[in-house]
């Protein structure tokens, strides 16, 4: 948790108690025995030198207010944006088909992977790949993940898809136009311009058959959408909210589930959830499989419908309808910390209190409300860090 190993050579690292270079070394042992070439090591690891404090001071950095979905989707999503995607759409419609019929991945929405991971190819980051995760494979907190990451990119390096100095990414080591990490190239990575390599970082071919492999892979329907917003009534038991409760949207219908626009779901058995990313008072939306399929992806509720709503946009159709009007205050991460802290206390589980709103939490925070009898939307604001401190003082 420190940045002693931006110290270079002379600091030990404090988890293996090896300098860097000592540790170095060790790894290279590692990767000859895994068959990488020494050719491949001398020039992979020949510039990689002490760890760059950067590094460390990203990946320890967090936020100090986590984001409000109104801010979240204003800061991924605006009609140049939109406009771009349509205009790259057309440009590389054929090449787009070819992919669609592959892998069964529809175009509008590797558009809008592609948008939202690397605006569509201009900013892969400028970080070494194999420095960024030497430095954090050395810093003890996630060593051996960014060790295995490490060791693969260097096989990538090895099999001859990239020379190393051309390996370039993000702080923590994700590459090319489709942000891939090093394991997610090797198990899903496809050469789609049949030149013997994958390139991610150039070849729209490789980009979108990389893509849309992992896609298909991981469960993706291309006869499905990924959900669309709906219309609660106003008798809507929000305790049927969240991603835990499934339900035909026939089901859905009976409930008096509509569209955005007002009109009916209509009758099918298809699969889906009821997402409320800004709660009650925000929009609803109705999840289908490719929704949980882009949370693989990304494990994050607001991504997974950035990536749905971009490319509906892309695709014609209209803005979300209930954006809320006025941005709520944002918890920053100590309060939510703090929320999590004071669910626990009343005994209600949100595994270990990090400060990140993930499901868990808002499962335990929909039980605190349904308990209480709050509208159990599963929203943690700041109104209900102030009840939760207020129930805490009377008890």
């Not at 205009?87 to 948008?115: C, D, M, N, T």
């Not at 810093?139 to 990119?153: G, K, V």
């Not at 990389?210 to 008798?235: Q, T």
């Not at 929009?283 to 990304?298: D, E, G, K």
Request: net charge neutral.
């Amino acid at each position: 948790m420190t940045a002693s190993a931006s110290q270079g050579n002379t600091k030990n690292n404090p988890a293996s108690d090896l300098t860097f270079d000592q540790w170095l070394n060790e790894l290279r042992a590692e990767a000859s025995l895994r068959g990488i070439s020494a050719g491949t090591l001398d020039v992979a690891l020949s510039n990689v030198e002490a760890p760059i404090p950067r590094v460390i001071e990203l990946d320890n950095n967090q936020p100090e207010f986590v984001q409000t979905f109104t801010r979240y989707m204003r800061n991924r999503i605006s009609q140049q944006r939109v406009e771009r995607g349509r205009k790259l759409l057309k440009e590389h419609a054929q090449l787009f088909e070819l992919i669609e019929q592959r892998y069964g991945v529809q175009a509008p929405y590797l558009v809008s992977f592609w948008a939202l991971e690397s605006n569509f190819g201009d900013l892969t980051g400028g970080f070494s790949v194999i420095q960024a995760l030497s430095t954090l494979a050395y810093d003890p907190r996630r060593s051996q993940f960014f060790r295995d990451e490490l060791l693969t990119a260097l096989e990538i390096i090895d099999s001859g898809h990239i020379q190393s100095q051309n390996m370039t990414g993000s702080w923590a080591g994700a590459m090319g136009q489709c942000q891939f990490m090093p394991s997610t190239f090797a198990r899903y990575g496809v050469d789609g311009d049949g030149d013997g390599r994958i390139d991610i970082w150039n070849s729209l071919p490789d980009i979108f058959a990389s893509a849309a492999n992992f896609l298909s892979e991981s469960g993706w329907k291309g006869d499905e959408r990924w959900g669309r917003e709906v219309r609660l009534p106003e008798n809507f038991d929000y305790t049927l909210s969240g991603q835990r409760v499934t339900k035909t949207v026939s089901e859905w219908q009976s409930l008096n589930v509509k569209r955005a626009d007002g009109t009916r779901l209509g009758h099918s058995d298809q699969i889906g959830s009821i997402v409320l990313p800004s709660g009650a008072n925000g929009p609803a939306f109705l999840t289908y499989n490719n929704f949980r399929t882009t949370m693989i992806w990304n494990r994050s509720t607001f991504y997974a419908i950035s990536v749905g709503h971009l490319a509906d946009r892309i695709a014609g159709e209209g803005t979300i309808r209930r954006m809320p009007q006025k941005e709520e205050r944002a918890l920053s991460r100590l309060e939510v910390t703090e929320l999590q802290q004071l669910l626990m206390n009343t005994g209600i589980n949100t595994g270990n209190p990090d400060g990140i709103l993930g499901p868990k939490t808002r499962e335990a925070v929909k039980h605190y409300q349904h308990k209480n009898g709050l509208l159990a939307d599963g929203y943690a604001s700041y109104a209900l860090l102030a009840n939760l401190r207020s129930s805490v003082l009377q008890n």
